[in-house]
C-alpha cells in the first residue's frame, strides 16, 4: 500500500496538466484511490491534537486561531495511538519523498529555473507536511505566499461535495482591478492544487468561511528554500521549538 501510494501521487502529479493562469498552476484530481482516501479521513487525529496556527487574519473574537495544525513529522506523529501512527507515518514518508518532490519539481521547471537561475537537478528543498483544520471564521486575504517556500502544495480532505465553494482562489493580482479576476479551486474529495511561489505573482486567498460550512480539513505541504546552511538550521529550529510545543500541549 504504501509503495503504490507514493506512485500513484506522484503519477497524479506528473498527469495534471499545467495551467497559465491566473498563474502557474495545477488542479489534482483523484489524487487518493476512494479506499485510501477514506481511510485518511478515517484517521484524522482530533482536534485536541493540533496546535494553534496564529496570524492575525485567523483570530477569531475569543482571541483563539479559527487555523489549527498538526505537523506530520516523525516525532509528532509518534504520539498517536498505533493505528493512525502506523498510517500517518507511512504516508509522511510519501510526503517527504524525492521521489515526489521530483515530480513537482519537473512540473514546475521553468518558473522555478527562472527563480532561481540554475536546473532544478542542483535544487533541494525542505518538504514541510502538516495537517490543517479550518474552523468557522477562518479567512485569509489576497498574499503572496513568503519568499523562503519554493513550491506550495495543498490537499483538500472533505467528505463530500457539500464544501466544493471553500477551495483557494487563485488572483492575478493583489490590487483591484486584477484582484477581482480570479479563478476559484473546487474544496472537493481527494484534490488538491499546487504552484511554484513566485513573487508579486501567485497570489491567492481564502474567503471567509461561515458556521454553517463546517470544519475545513486540508494536507498542506510546503517546500522551503534550502540553497545555503542557514536556511536549513532555520527549518530545524522550527522543528525543534515545535516538538516541545507539542510536548508541552500533551
Do not use: C
Given at each position: 500500500?504504501?509503495?503504490?501510494?507514493?506512485?500513484?501521487?506522484?503519477?497524479?502529479?506528473?498527469?495534471?496538466?499545467?495551467?497559465?493562469?491566473?498563474?502557474?498552476?495545477?488542479?489534482?484530481?483523484?489524487?487518493?484511490?476512494?479506499?485510501?482516501?477514506?481511510?485518511?479521513?478515517?484517521?484524522l487525529?482530533?482536534?485536541?491534537?493540533?496546535?494553534?496556527?496564529?496570524?492575525?487574519?485567523?483570530?477569531?473574537?475569543?482571541?483563539?486561531?479559527?487555523?489549527?495544525?498538526?505537523?506530520?513529522?516523525?516525532?509528532?506523529?509518534?504520539?498517536?495511538?498505533?493505528?493512525?501512527?502506523?498510517?500517518?507515518?507511512?504516508?509522511?514518508?510519501?510526503l517527504?519523498?524525492?521521489?515526489?518532490?521530483?515530480?513537482?519539481k519537473?512540473?514546475?521547471?521553468?518558473?522555478?529555473?527562472?527563480?532561481?537561475?540554475?536546473?532544478?537537478?542542483?535544487?533541494?528543498?525542505?518538504?514541510?507536511?502538516?495537517?490543517?483544520?479550518?474552523?468557522?471564521?477562518?479567512?485569509?486575504g489576497?498574499?503572496?505566499?513568503?519568499?523562503?517556500?519554493?513550491?506550495?502544495?495543498?490537499?483538500?480532505?472533505?467528505?463530500?461535495?457539500?464544501?466544493?465553494?471553500?477551495?483557494?482562489?487563485?488572483?492575478?493580482?493583489?490590487?483591484?482591478p486584477a484582484?477581482?479576476?480570479?479563478?476559484?479551486?473546487?474544496?472537493?474529495?481527494?484534490?488538491?492544487?499546487?504552484?511554484?511561489v513566485?513573487?508579486?505573482?501567485?497570489?491567492?486567498?481564502?474567503?471567509?468561511?461561515?458556521?454553517?460550512?463546517?470544519?475545513?480539513?486540508?494536507?498542506?505541504?510546503?517546500?522551503?528554500v534550502?540553497?545555503?546552511?542557514?536556511?536549513?538550521?532555520?527549518?530545524?529550529?522550527?522543528?525543534?521549538?515545535?516538538?516541545?510545543?507539542?510536548?508541552?500541549?500533551?
Amino acid at each position: 500500500m504504501v509503495a503504490a501510494s507514493r506512485i500513484d501521487l506522484a503519477e497524479r502529479v506528473a498527469a495534471s496538466p499545467l495551467r497559465a493562469n491566473p498563474f502557474p498552476h495545477i488542479y489534482i484530481e483523484e489524487a487518493f484511490a476512494p479506499d485510501y482516501y477514506r481511510r485518511l479521513l478515517a484517521h484524522l487525529p482530533d482536534l485536541t491534537r493540533y496546535l494553534e496556527l496564529r496570524h492575525r487574519e485567523a483570530l477569531q473574537p475569543d482571541g483563539r486561531s479559527a487555523r489549527r495544525q498538526f505537523h506530520l513529522y516523525p516525532e509528532h506523529i509518534m504520539r498517536l495511538p498505533a493505528e493512525p501512527r502506523t498510517f500517518w507515518s507511512e504516508l509522511s514518508r510519501v510526503l517527504r519523498s524525492r521521489e515526489l518532490q521530483d515530480a513537482f519539481k519537473r512540473k514546475f521547471q521553468a518558473a522555478i529555473e527562472q527563480r532561481f537561475r540554475k536546473g532544478v537537478e542542483r535544487l533541494t528543498f525542505y518538504p514541510v507536511p502538516l495537517l490543517l483544520r479550518d474552523l468557522p471564521g477562518y479567512r485569509i486575504g489576497i498574499h503572496g505566499d513568503a519568499r523562503s517556500k519554493a513550491i506550495t502544495v495543498q490537499f483538500y480532505l472533505p467528505r463530500d461535495e457539500s464544501q466544493a465553494h471553500l477551495g483557494t482562489v487563485l488572483h492575478e493580482g493583489r490590487d483591484e482591478p486584477a484582484g477581482l479576476r480570479s479563478t476559484r479551486l473546487g474544496f472537493r474529495p481527494a484534490t488538491g492544487y499546487a504552484f511554484p511561489v513566485i513573487r508579486h505573482t501567485s497570489w491567492h486567498s481564502v474567503p471567509q468561511t461561515q458556521p454553517a460550512d463546517g470544519e475545513r480539513n486540508s494536507l498542506m505541504l510546503t517546500y522551503y528554500v534550502q540553497e545555503h546552511l542557514s536556511e536549513w538550521m532555520v527549518q530545524h529550529a522550527k522543528r525543534a521549538l515545535l516538538f516541545v510545543a507539542y510536548g508541552w500541549r500533551h
